[in-house]
């Protein structure tokens, strides 16, 4: 990640009560640095100490930018972009302050850990105790410090801006100092984030919104998911991978297996870009997929060069590689296996996707492309994994399902064949499907749809496992979507895998795989049939946990039926149906940190009139599957430790009386840790 290295900082927040619980001959009460909120409108209590970033006119009284609110406590905070700009740098000290055992403060702009942080500085030696940069966002995101070494010390803070260009600007606001570090004005506490918490060693436990049953990079940044195959017994998983930044750059392969497709093992990095020829070079190994045959694993992969840093490249070839252990890749000897894209594909031409066609017989690889304002796939042939030929297109979108399509993957589904694409509509990240016809060379829809109607599935992958289920991992983003998790030092994770069917209507559907019920855990939380109303009634806490649930449609009386997730009294995940339209709503507005939106999806009840339910719950991730196949994915960031509570509610009615939620049954249970 970066050069600098944190000194080890509290590991939970279970032990902030502990550290902060007076003790025999406690250092002197922690005071404050002056103005630590800015409500001052200008910088009394802090000095400029260099440079033009910051003045009085970088203290804003604005509440919104470009992406939504900036959060900030209060009404006045300290906007680095607002006095000159991203270009400007400069450095800015508080007040000098006595450290209690902790601090926190909220951070957002630009994320550089080298350039542009808030540091807390030693008054006797001008040492250096801790940094936080921010998340490459203007909405800010607390940060707690464990302070607790340098208790009874004067230290003050510092406003580092070295950094120049796009996000080259920091803003902070609502110091805190003590006890009142670790809990807001509600009363509720802090999660415990930033990136001096993570520990060196691989402790997957200890960030309180990193998802325990999900694949997530310790450090750096994921996308899409590459590469699934079952080769050897066990599952193997790529990700496309950045190990020195958790943001999007030179990518390389990140590696995990796993016995079941549920215990990921983490492996050595599988492939890796050339070195950069220029220090903004972005080159890098991007996405592909892999089939295993005569016990031979083969991997193809888009072979992607800047061209600014390497000038008179083609931008986007096809690559390979084979493995005989899984885990150490040789390159194959007639590499470029596609050393140009087809006529007609000036959107791209990337992500190359194997199968074995059992229609027109022999290897097929289908790689995303686009033209004018059509996106497409196109088709390759092979009869030994090694040599290509164009076999045409394999199939063109209408102009309404995105200009190109991205992370293609065809296969065979009870009876039909079914292509996945991945498409950007209007800024939105969409993992669209096609149900149709194969005759071998070209694809026929006869059904479009959208698999997750939520705002966190892309770049979907299909893999068929040795028990012929067609196996999904999708990478739970968008390239628009916040990623608070950057205070931490990662971004990115990727889906539960997901079994797909034909659902009832001739759709695509997804259910976790049937082995996620190994890592369930603890004492189910159970409650048979009863009526809930519009006073939320709480089945229990998890937030690391697995939901089901069984509502009787017809019975019940209330318009919306509303289920609490990740809830608090300040905040909560809403999961609504409504009654009359049929639709399930997923809405994040009032989630925490992260994106805020409202995501719908039409669901189907039972024949008996009963809507089932089975809802994953993974401190920064939500996966809702209907029991009609529809699903709804969204990450999100709940800001307080006590934002657990599972909550069903009904609202409105007939004659608006208040009606009521009849609840069949609904169980909740514990989810173990998915690494091994």
Known sequence: MSRWTAPALIATAATLAALLAPTAGAAPRPTAPLNPDFETGDLTGWTVVSGTAFSDAAVSAQHDYWGGPFSQHGDRHLWGFAAAGDDATGRLRSSSFTAGRALSFLVAGGWDPEKLYVALVRDRDGAELARQTGPDDEAYIRVLWDTARWAGEQVHLEVVDDKQGGWGHLNLDDVRTGTAATRDDNGLTFRALGQARQPAAHDY??????????????????????????????????????????????????????????????????????????????????????????????????????????????????????????????????????????????????????????????????????????????????????????????????????????????????????????????????????????????????????????????????????????????????????????????????????????????????RPVAELASLETGTTVRSGARTVGDVPWRLGRGSVARLRAAIDVNATTADTVTVRLHASAAEATELRYDKATGTLTLDTARSGYGTRAAYSTRVTPDADGVLRLDVLLDRSSVEVFAGDGETLTARVYPRYVESDAVEFAGSGGSGGSGGTVALRWASLRGVGSGWS
């Open 205 to 510: 436990a200890a960030d309180p919104l990193r998802p325990q049953f999900h694949y997530t990079p310790y450090q750096g940044w994921i996308n899409d998911p590459n590469g699934l195959v079952q080769f050897g017994g066990r599952h193997h998983l790529f990700s496309q991978y950045h190990p020195d930044a958790p943001k999007w750059g030179p990518m390389h392969w990140a590696h995990a297996d796993s016995p079941d497709a549920v215990h990921w093992r983490e492996l050595p990095v599988a492939l890796r870009p050339d070195p950069p020829a220029t220090p903004g070079d972005v080159s890098g190994i991007f996405s592909g997929s892999a089939v295993a045959s005569g016990g031979t694993l083969y991997a193809a992969y888009t072979r992607f060069t800047d061209t600014a840093a390497r000038p008179g490249a083609t931008p986007e070839t096809v690559e390979m590689v084979t493995s005989t252990d899984g885990v150490t890749f040789t390159p194959l000897a007639a590499n470029p296996v596609v050393a140009a894209a087809p006529a007609g594909s000036g959107a791209g031409f990337r992500d190359p996707y194997l199968f074995r066609d059992p229609v027109a017989g022999g290897w097929k690889m289908a790689v995303g492309s686009g033209d004018g304002d059509r996106g497409k796939v196109q088709l390759y042939a092979s009869a030994d994994l090694r040599t290509w030929t164009y076999d045409g297109v394999l199939a063109t979108g209408d102009g309404t399902d995105g200009a190109m399509w991205e992370c293609p993957s065809l296969f065979p589904l009870d009876g039909k064949w079914v292509l996945l694409t991945s498409v950007n509509e209007g800024g939105r990240s969409v993992q669209r499907y096609a149900v149709g016809s194969y005759d071998g060379h070209v694809f026929t829809p006869e059904r479009r749809g959208v698999l997750d109607g939520g705002g966190d599935t892309y770049a979907g992958q299909v893999y068929r496992d040795d028990r012929g289920r067609q196996l999904m991992i999708a990478w739970l983003g968008d390239w628009n979507a916040k990623e608070p998790t950057r205070v931490n030092g990662w971004a990115g994770a990727q889906s539960v895998t997901r079994e797909l069917f034909l659902r009832a209507d001739g759709g695509l559907g997804a």
